[in-house]
């Protein structure tokens, strides 16, 4: 067993960079089963027009930021594309009887004198059941046994059905989904669920919301048009009242992936 202390580096896509990795130095590609120790937290790469600062406090979803403490190269990463790939990247599990991790993307190269590694959970994760037990998950694929149909919008896939448990009860569904960039190329992930409820469902709505989330980071009581967010760093969700007329008014809720 061998051992990497590192500074880490990155957001929602934790990368560790290291100056030296002992023995495999100047191997073509990391392999073996290595302990990582994690030095303190810094943002790699500036916010567009703003300066480089340390990490935000990471609050209740701390989880996502916990780097595995034993890793192991196994073979090379499977990537849609291979273009922008190192040669060199290698996908990384946690082996047999060490602690799991919650990133379900792994992996490591070598660049220059330097080993690089990247961490990520991948997609959202918030799950929206259907009635007859079927359940849509942000960042899966969509369940075969899903009915779809086609809507106004080309980017839009309506759903057959109607919710049940939290997000109960909708009088309609649409999805978006998008190509998995870090895996196979032709399987497509849900990375949006538009959910439409009466307007009157609002309060009923955000008092459930708020139950099972906490406070809003975004909260706009307008009465025509209200507006709630809840965010963490890998989803969002928004609740808030639309409609041209009194009569035409509607309530939406909208849970997307942020780093899809």
Not at 55 to 72: A, K, M, Q, T, W
Request: charged share 25%.
């Amino acid at each position: 067993m061998r051992h990497i202390a590192s500074p880490l580096v990155g957001l929602a896509l934790a990368v560790l960079d290291t100056a030296s990795a002992t023995a495999q130095d100047h191997a073509a590609a990391p392999v073996g089963c290595y302990d990582i120790t994690v030095g303190d937290w810094y943002v790699a790469y500036a916010v567009p027009n703003k300066p480089p600062s340390p990490l935000p406090d990471e609050g209740g979803d701390s989880v996502f930021y916990e780097i595995p403490r034993r890793i192991e190269f196994v073979d090379p990463f499977p990537r849609a594309s291979q273009e922008q790939a190192p040669d060199s990247e290698m996908r990384i599990v946690v082996p047999e009887g060490a602690l799991p991790s919650i990133h379900k993307y792994m992996d490591g190269w070598i660049e220059g004198d330097s080993l690089r590694l990247g961490f990520s959970t991948g997609h959202g994760g918030v799950t929206v059941e259907l009635e007859g037990g079927v359940a849509m998950e942000l960042g899966r694929p969509l369940p075969q046994s899903v009915r779809t149909a086609p809507t106004r919008l080309l980017d839009l896939t309506g759903v057959v059905g109607r919710t049940t448990g939290a997000f109960a009860t909708t009088d309609s569904i649409e999805i978006e989904t998008s190509t998995d960039p870090w895996g196979n190329p032709d399987v497509e992930l849900v990375t949006q669920v538009d959910l439409s409820y009466p307007r009157e469902d609002y309060q009923r709505l955000s008092a459930r919301f708020r139950e099972m989330f906490g406070s809003p980071d975004r909260d706009a009581p307008d009465e025509s048009e209200p507006t709630l967010r809840w965010r963490n760093r890998i989803a969002e969700l928004w609740l808030w009242v639309t409609g041209r007329r009194a009569d035409d008014f509607r309530t939406l809720v909208s849970l997307r992936a942020r780093n899809f």
